[in-house]
């Protein structure tokens, strides 16, 4: 059987025998088209189906269409004979008064079902939709806007890789349709096949270049893959080529801010708020970014303070918690990006308006040098912990890719082999996300953390069998011998001298127990507090504090998360209690 298979990424067309052909398929084929009249239409499809298919995706969906929001029969994706095809339509006819209507008044059959189609697809009749769609292919397979509008339907079925197929069938026939490959690349991003899906909408980039939607559905897709400048120039493109509006400008301020270009986050949550003056959020952010941007292009705290006064068109005096919140938060943005000197004038300005904060005056000491305490107080760790309780897991984790707990616990379990289940703490728990991984291996789990918000967290999550709000040091005190396991995820950065914590660990722990924690790396003699008001330690000063009464299991170095858009690394520990 000769068969043409066509890669319509590539557009590079092997001819080959099915067998040889699909044996060779280290890749599979995207598209495929039958040359041979004389082979039947459903036994290509069949075939067609096969190989195209993901193995799983053959042996668990198969070419049967997936339900969406609504139960959708199967749908076999081979074309009905014409015979039985002039029965179904006209069945429809008889039942169908517009479709009826249209045919009389001398609309050709196709185009007649296709709007059919199209009606029923709006109504949210999909099911019908795509029968209607399946029979106008059919009636007419050369057309490629009818494989693209059954590609649409199945889309909206949820069968996303027939639907695929189907819009690579149109591709196929018509290269140069822009929307099909839109589509394409919105149901390829679906299937999590990001890759495909950006050559999809360079495809169609490819075929109109001026097309709004398919720069911010790249955009989107560039965001997703966290490329941050990528998808700030895709946004911008699909902004000056008409597209978008206040929701897209300040989508782009919001990745600017992120990445620290803090002059373009501001001129884009200006424009936005131009654009809808109402919108509290993004008037806040603007103003914020007016705020840093002044910061960073003069460094004069009094006068970007006096900025924060000046107001926009349809702007309201800015009320004093709105200007602390703004200043705190331009402290730590800066200081994050590097800007020592400006977020000092800040710290400054913002102590002579609201003296008496501890937390700041320790964040300043941080960020100006010097040897520091040999611990975080307590007062700021309460006090930055319950007030980022809420928001924890969302900015660490899904924003700075923060995954210590599942990678800690994974070291543990290797240590622990077959080991049977012990008294296990999560030393500083947080919001829990130690919870789930160490519940397996717990006889009983105990967490304790100093932050109250914190804790409501972790109790939310569930797990644990005992959660205490303490000081870790006052806790393992009162806990002589307790403990077969003692994990302790982010927690020792608050920490600078190890050595009355591992004390502590120690007397805490049963012998032969594990301690296993991660750190901050920091090259140097002993820890170091940073400008982030977290200490960091090298291994050897850790070995060293360990080491009278505990042996190095191991140690790994390790990501820890994202600080502005550099990677914080870090050292996993696992110590044995002798
Ligand atoms: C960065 S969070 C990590 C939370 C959790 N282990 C995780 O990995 O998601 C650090 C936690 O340690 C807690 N913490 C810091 N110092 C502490 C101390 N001395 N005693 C108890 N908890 C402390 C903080 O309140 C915060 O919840």
Redesign the pocket.
């Known amino acids: 059987m000769p068969i043409f298979a066509e890669s319509v990424d590539s557009l590079a067309l092997v001819q080959d025998s099915s067998a040889s052909w699909a044996r060779q398929g280290a890749r599979m084929p995207a598209v495929a088209y039958c040359e041979s009249p004389s082979v039947p239409a459903d036994e290509f499809v069949r075939w067609f189906l096969d190989v195209s298919q993901p193995k799983a995706a053959r042996r668990t969906i198969g070419p049967v269409a997936r339900c969406a929001t609504q139960p959708i029969a199967p749908v076999a994706f081979n074309l009905p004979d014409r015979k039985s095809l002039a029965s179904t339509i006209e069945r429809w006819t008889a039942s169908e008064p517009k479709l009826a209507g249209w045919i009389e008044a001398g609309v050709p059959p196709t185009q007649a079902l296709s709007r059919f189609g199209s009606s029923l697809i709006r109504a949210n009749h999909i099911q019908k939709g795509l029968e209607v769609f399946h029979a106008v292919t059919a009636l007419n397979p050369e057309d490629p806007l009818h494989w693209s509008n059954f590609g649409v339907a199945l889309d909206l079925a949820g069968a996303l890789n027939e639907s695929a197929a189907c819009l690579e069938r149109s591709l196929i026939i018509s290269r140069a349709q822009p929307d099909t490959w839109l589509q394409l690349g919105n149901v390829r991003k679906k299937l999590s096949d990001s890759t495909r899906a950006e050559k999809a909408y360079k495809a169609a980039l490819e075929f109109d270049a001026n097309a709004p939607l398919a720069w911010q559905c790249l955009g989107l897709l560039k965001e997703e893959q966290s490329d941050f400048p990528a998808a700030i120039d895709c946004y911008t493109a699909c902004i000056e080529r008409g597209g978008g509006g206040a929701a897209i400008h300040s989508n782009v301020g919001k990745l600017c801010y992120r990445i620290g270009r803090f002059a373009d986050a501001h001129q884009n949550f200006a424009k936005s708020l131009e654009q809808d003056p109402s919108n509290v959020r993004v008037r806040t952010n603007e103003q914020k970014l007016r705020f840093i941007r002044s910061m960073v292009e003069r460094n004069d705290a009094q006068e970007a303070f006096a900025s924060l006064n000046q107001y926009l068109p349809g702007d309201f005096p800015i009320s004093e918690s709105d200007q602390r919140t703004i200043v705190e938060t331009a402290f730590g943005v800066l200081a994050g990006f590097g800007y020592t000197s400006e977020a000092l004038s800040v710290g400054h300005l913002s102590m002579s308006l609201w003296p008496n904060q501890p937390s700041l005056e320790y964040l300043m000491g941080a960020l100006a040098g010097g040897k520091g305490p040999d611990?975080?107080p307590?007062e700021y760790?309460?006090e930055?912990?319950d007030r980022f309780?809420d928001q924890?897991?969302s900015q660490?984790?899904g924003a700075l890719g923060?995954d210590?707990?599942k990678k800690?616990c994974d070291v543990v379990k290797k240590a622990l082999g077959n080991a049977s289940l012990g008294d296990v703490l999560?030393?500083?728990?947080?919001?829990?996300?130690?919870g789930p991984e160490l519940r397996p291996i717990a006889r009983k789990l105990t967490g304790?953390?100093?932050?109250s918000r914190?804790?409501e967290q972790a109790e939310k999550r569930g797990g644990y069998d005992e959660l205490v709000c303490?000081?870790?040091?006052?806790?393992l005190g009162r806990s002589p011998r307790r403990f077969d396991l003692i994990?302790?995820?982010?927690?020792v950065?608050?920490?600078g001298e190890l050595s009355s914590l591992l004390t502590s660990a120690a007397y805490a722990m049963r012998p032969g127990g594990l301690l296993a924690f991660?750190t901050e790396s920091f090259l140097g003699d002993t820890f170091r507090l940073l400008p982030s008001g977290r200490f960091a330690h090298p291994p050897h000063y850790v070995e060293r504090a360990a080491r009278p009464e505990f042996a190095l299991v191991s140690c790994a170095p390790t990501t820890v998360r994202l600080e502005g858009t550099e990677r914080v690394s870090g050292n996993l520990f696992i110590f044995r209690r002798l």
């Not at 303490?470 to 806790?475: A, C, P, R, V």
């Not at 994990?487 to 927690?491: E, I, N, S, Y």
């Open positions: 611990r975080s307590r760790i309460v930055h912990f309780a924890f897991d660490l984790v923060y210590i707990p800690l999560d030393a500083g728990c947080g919001t829990g996300l130690c304790v953390d100093l932050s914190m804790l303490d000081d870790l040091l006052s806790f994990v302790a995820a982010d927690l950065i608050y920490f991660s």
